[in-house]
């Protein structure tokens, strides 16, 4: 028997999942699915395996804590892809927090609103 892999789930802040949407269309996966007002959605670039987002009432954990997982994507110039979202963040008063293990992989937080993960882009 086969199994093909559908999707992931990570956790989000209770109240943000448009907000996170928002984030994950900036980044190139739109919305794949939510039914209604839902309180979780999936999101999915075309042909690939969804992410699905869901509010949850856990705290978010520490950054530090979440680095190892995380939801990565692939850039030719992954500073300035989150330099970009860092700017997207600030204009919607979201706070951000970047950092990295060199100029070639770099990740980002939303503390307040991403529970257990952060977002890699990586070239």
């Known amino acids: 028997m086969q199994y093909d ?3 992931f789930c990570f956790q989000i802040a209770p109240r943000t999942l448009e907000t996170v949407l928002e984030l994950f269309e900036l980044l190139g996966c739109p919305l794949a699915y939510r039914e209604g007002d839902a309180r979780w959605a999936m999101v999915r670039q075309e042909g690939k395996t969804a992410i699905q987002l869901t509010e ?3 705290e978010p954990l520490p ?3 979440k ?3 995380h939801v990565a994507f692939l850039s ?5 892809g989150v330099k970009r979202v860092e700017d ?3 204009s919607r008063g979201v706070k951000f927090l970047a950092g990295g293990w ?4 770099r990740w980002f937080d939303l503390p307040g609103i991403l529970v257990d993960f952060v977002v890699e ?3």
């Open 76 to 80: 030719k110039n992954p500073v300035s």
């Open 67 to 69: 680095v190892s997982t």
């Open 63 to 65: 950054t530090e804590s």
């Open 5 to 7: 892999l559908h999707h």
């Open 56 to 58: 949850s009432k856990r």
């Open 121 to 123: 882009v990586m070239d």
């Open 102 to 105: 060199n100029e070639r992989e």
């Open 88 to 90: 997207w963040a600030n």
